[in-house]
């Protein structure tokens, strides 16, 4: 492939309305001076978040012979990057995408709940197919929820030790990944921290956020493209957690501040010219 381009197959849903998974992935890399190629798994009219029943189409049937034409073209990615799945089918297709692509950066983005909360959508079927994902992956950025059914733990309703969160961080990472990111954790300092285990090195790290008292959805799917968009561009894995972090920051008090509907999701449109700058980034913090 050509060093001038750098190219990454997203293996997620369309939600047309709501700002979340495609929607906001695309954009985001493209910002990024990432090729991003879009292997929609279903396309719906919004994410499942609170707009009513979404019209879904399924496109499970789409992914496969899309490899196989990829295949045919020599068409090469440095990065296969999954999200939110929406059937067992699915995860064995991004399996197969893994397989075909062994260079590749494998990111998987776990996508399965928030708040304490599994999605609807996921059947402990699909959540036991979730972990063999994970085990093949390179780099994953669950948040505490997720990391939680992960590794069949309760959601911790109080705020984590760091002593326990390195434990969480470091049995994920036993699961298969290097690099395991875990976002929206509530520490015993007080802080909201997105934290972050490099196994090779045995590094911690934490970037703390501002509170915001409001939950948009996509925030997940923004903050692991940020990071894979990063990551792709050559940043450390602190400096991609705090790239990241200080986005997402600027994209939710922009919205905040406008006081719109939180289940329209973040206004990526006047949040992105940030992703383009130049920033020095120091704000980091081992954990
Ligand atoms: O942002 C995660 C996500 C992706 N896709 C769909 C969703 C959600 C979260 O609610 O509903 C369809």
Same mark, same amino acid.
């Given at each position: 492939?050509?060093?001038?381009? /750098? ?46 029943d979404p019209v879904l189409c399924d496109l499970t049937d789409y992914i ?31 399996? @197969? ?14 996508? #399965? ?13 699909? *959540?036991?197919r979730m972990q063999e994902l994970v085990k093949v992956a390179d780099v ?12 069949? @733990? ?5 705020? #984590?030790?760091? =002593?326990?969160?390195? =434990? ?11 690099? *395991?990111? /875990?976002?929206? *954790?509530?520490?015993?300092?007080? &802080? ?29 799917? /923004? ?18 957690? @705090? ?5 997402? @920051?600027?994209? /939710? ?25 130049? &920033? ?8």
């Amino acid at each position: 492939m050509s060093k001038q381009t /750098i190219r990454v197959a997203a293996i997620h849903d369309l939600s047309g309305f709501g700002r979340c998974s495609l929607s906001v992935i695309l954009p985001t890399l493209s910002a990024m001076g990432i090729q991003a190629c879009a292997i929609p798994t279903a396309v719906l009219s919004t994410h499942t978040g609170g707009l009513g029943d979404p019209v879904l189409c399924d496109l499970t049937d789409y992914i496969q012979p899309t490899l196989q034409h990829y295949q045919s073209l020599k068409l090469d990615f440095n990065c296969i990057y999954s999200g939110f799945l929406g059937s067992i089918d699915q995860i064995d297709h991004c399996l @197969e995408f893994f397989s075909a692509y062994r260079g590749a950066l494998k990111v998987v983005d776990p996508v #399965m709940g928030d708040h304490g909360k599994t999605y609807r959508t996921y059947t402990p079927q699909l *959540v036991a197919r979730m972990q063999e994902l994970v085990k093949v992956a390179d780099v994953i950025t669950p948040n505490l929820t997720e990391a939680a059914i992960l590794l069949k @733990e309760e959601y911790p309703n109080a705020p #984590m030790t760091v =002593s326990r969160l390195k =434990s969480w961080l470091v049995r994920q990472s036993e699961l298969g990944p290097e690099y *395991v990111l /875990i976002t929206g *954790v509530a520490m015993a300092d007080g &802080h909201l921290s997105n934290v972050g285990y490099d196994r090779n090195r045995g590094a911690f790290w934490r970037v703390n956020c501002d509170y915001v008292p409001v939950d948009y959805p996509g925030t997940g799917d /923004i903050y692991a493209s940020v990071v894979v968009g990063s990551l792709l561009n050559g940043d450390s894995l602190p400096i991609a957690m @705090e790239r990241a972090t200080r986005f997402l @920051e600027l994209a /939710i008090k922009t919205t905040y501040s406008y006081g719109t509907d939180s289940r329209y999701g973040v206004m990526l449109e006047r949040s992105l010219p940030w992703l383009m700058e130049h &920033h020095y980034l120091k704000g980091y913090e081992k954990l």
